[in-house]
């Protein structure tokens, strides 16, 4: 397992670094922001990260993509973390892309991927009900009908979900709230009759949204894979996303991690850096250190997403878990390091540690993925 990029991923890396540090600065954050933009993106940013080739990273050749895999979105990524960009790639590409790519017919394939590859369509990914991430809790319901389903219930916090073309709706068509089995996932036009969205302005300034489903009507080739067996397939998709968010915090707790260090070599007290003080320098070498181990997690995580699925979800749920912890602990300690500033909307350092509490929480937080860590390799079912 490559715990480092390759030559080609350090080059899509350096690319999107360049891009994002010409195009898509904080600076870009905090305009649609303060301008309370609608789309909570730049379109024309979007236009050209479609013509660098972003959102075929992940597809095979078969599909119209470039099959670099997700160790090449994770370069993206990691260097999105960087200045904080907001656009559709992680909805559509990284959630929407992989449902179809993942339990898409080729009816499905065909009708979707070009047009998502293409920057012509937004997907957003509909799952959560509650205030916690827990996909077996979910209790939308799905009831056969002769034409197809009829949908009833309420997602929170999806993700993109006001400005999505095309909704992936996890619903339950049999069991219970709390049960793996009797899930499926559904592809759902955004404007159908009775779906409502309300869109919520969120601590990092990104996009969520509030999703009402009332008796939505859909026909039997909206289902995406297997009526009742879509825990696989969501369990696929949620990994390939967290794979995503724990490279994009790499890249916040990189940024944090540079800047402080740039700092403390220039602010001034007593007449001496204040990088000279030991006590500071020792809490430097900490972050230092917990920043490379979790980056060598958040390797695993990447290269882990085409691995047999225990491995997977391991792997996965590590790296999530430990760049949450690392991050949450970088960006205290940048915040802290500054002194006042570090806590006025002055300084980015606070944009950073907004959008990091908010990345952690998403697809499941640190306790969410130490049980699933723990389930996987077997250390609750022995009581340890």
């Known amino acids: 397992m490559n715990m480092v990029f390759s030559e080609e991923q350090r080059l899509l890396a350096d690319t999107a670094r360049d891009f994002l540090d010409a195009h898509c600065p904080v600076a ?32 095979p050749e078969a599909l119209g993509g470039l099959d670099f895999g997700y160790s090449g979105m994770g370069a993206v990524f990691e260097q999105m973390g960087r200045t904080l960009a907001a656009s ?15 339990g898409g017919t080729p009816e499905q394939q065909a009708a979707h991927i070009g047009p998502i590859i293409a920057g012509d369509r937004r997907f957003a990914l509909a799952v959560d ?16 009908t002769e034409a197809g389903y009829t949908l009833d219930g309420e997602k929170v916090f999806v993700l993109d979900g006001h400005v999505a073309d095309w909704l992936v709706v996890a619903a339950r068509t049999a069991g219970r ?7 499926s996932l559904f ?31 859909v026909d039997a080739a909206a289902l995406l894979g297997q009526a009742d067996a879509g825990w696989a397939l969501l369990d696929e998709i949620l990994d390939r996303g967290r794979a995503c968010l724990a490279a994009e915090m790499l890249g916040m707790g990189q940024w ?4 402080t260090m740039h700092y403390l070599k220039e602010r001034i007290q007593f007449d001496v850096p204040i990088g000279s003080f030991q006590a500071l320098q020792h809490r430097a070498a900490w972050l230092y250190a917990e920043l490379e181990l979790a980056r060598s997690t958040v390797m695993a995580g990447l290269a882990a997403i085409n691995a047999d699925a225990g491995e997977r979800r391991q792997l996965v749920s590590l790296a999530k878990a430990k760049m949450g912890a690392v991050l949450e602990r970088i960006s205290g300690e940048a915040v802290q390091m500054h002194g006042g500033i570090g806590v006025t909307d002055e300084l980015d350092v606070g944009l950073y540690l907004k959008r990091g509490r908010v990345a952690r929480h998403v697809f499941g937080d640190n306790d969410f993925h130490a049980q699933r860590y723990g389930e996987g390799i077997g250390l609750l079912e022995a009581g340890v």
Not at 177 to 183: R, V
Not at 256 to 259: K, P, Q, R
């Open 129 to 144: 009900e509650g205030r916690r991430h827990d996909p077996a809790a979910i209790a939308l319901a799905a009831r056969r």
């Open 88 to 102: 559709p790639l992680f909805a559509t590409v990284v959630l929407g892309g992989s449902a179809l790519s993942l």
């Open 28 to 59: 870009a954050l905090r305009r649609l922001r303060d301008g309370r933009d609608a789309l909570g993106y730049d379109p024309e940013v979007w236009r050209q990260m479609v013509d660098l080739g972003w959102t075929a990273i992940p597809f």
């Open 187 to 217: 592809l759902v036009d955004a404007k159908t009759p009775g779906v409502e969205r309300q869109r919520n302005r969120v601590l990092d300034s990104r996009n969520a949204a509030r999703v009402r489903f009332n008796g939505v009507r």
């Open 256 to 259: 944090l991690f540079d800047t």
């Open 177 to 183: 709230a709390g049960e793996q089995a009797g899930l």
